[in-house]
């Protein structure tokens, strides 16, 4: 028995790709031609802007992953109780007097941290019954989440200084440097 081959000249699957492009528009149309744009461009929007976004988000998880773990083997320092407590001196508060010596060592920790010396008003209110002066100021800089912790940190260890608020935000996601608003007083004695 001889086998015949079938000579099949308008099947379907040999049309070139031009007449398949051709098919393919009468039949979607306009819409099916906006659909597929519209694909091109979330495509190429995922190629070049969310997949670096999402590559950054995980190199950023992981490295604060690590950190985590770090933290946790670092051991702990104990807890002071009630007894511990009553042993604690109270630091002292700077006199009225004083305040122009507070200010200086402020303006140094500014200085150290590449803060601008602007302009800054404290504005004084009384409190407990007149004994105690509170002078209050805001300040405004734009640096990295450390670099605002370390400076916090430094604010706390001056006397009578107190850090009372911070406001931190960021414009866009991909900062790492947010805008900070510091709201910090500085506790006087009147004697």
């Known amino acids: 028995m001889k086998r015949q081959r079938l000579a099949l000249p308008n099947l379907v699957w040999r049309r070139p790709l031009s ?12 819409p099916g031609i906006v659909a597929v744009l519209l694909l091109l461009v979330v495509g190429l929007f995922q190629l070049t802007q969310l997949g670096p976004l999402s590559r950054s988000l995980s190199e950023e998880k992981m490295r604060l992953a690590t950190r985590a773990k770090q933290l946790a083997q670092m051991p702990s ?16 508060l700077p006199a009225r007097g004083e305040l122009p010596a507070v200010i200086r060592q402020l303006d140094e920790v500014f200085e150290r941290f590449g803060v601008p010396a602007s302009q800054r008003d404290f504005q004084p209110a009384e409190e407990a019954g007149g004994k105690l002066v509170r002078y209050t ?7 990295p ?6 400076l916090m940190v430094e604010l706390a260890r ?10 931190l935000s960021r414009t866009q996601i991909n900062e790492s ?3 900070a608003l510091i709201r910090y007083s500085v506790l006087t004695e009147v004697r």
Do not use: C, K, T
Not at 19 to 30: E, F, I, P, S
Not at 145 to 150: K, Q, S
């Open 19 to 30: 007449a398949w492009l051709v098919v393919w528009r009468r039949q979607a149309g306009m």
């Open 77 to 92: 320092a104990p807890v002071a109780g009630p007894a511990d407590a009553a042993q604690l001196e109270q630091p002292r």
């Open 137 to 143: 100021s805001q300040l405004a800089l734009q640096r």
């Open 145 to 150: 989440y450390p670099a605002v912790r370390e």
């Open 158 to 167: 001056l006397p009578g200084v107190r850090v009372e608020s911070i406001n």
């Open 177 to 179: 440097a947010p805008s």
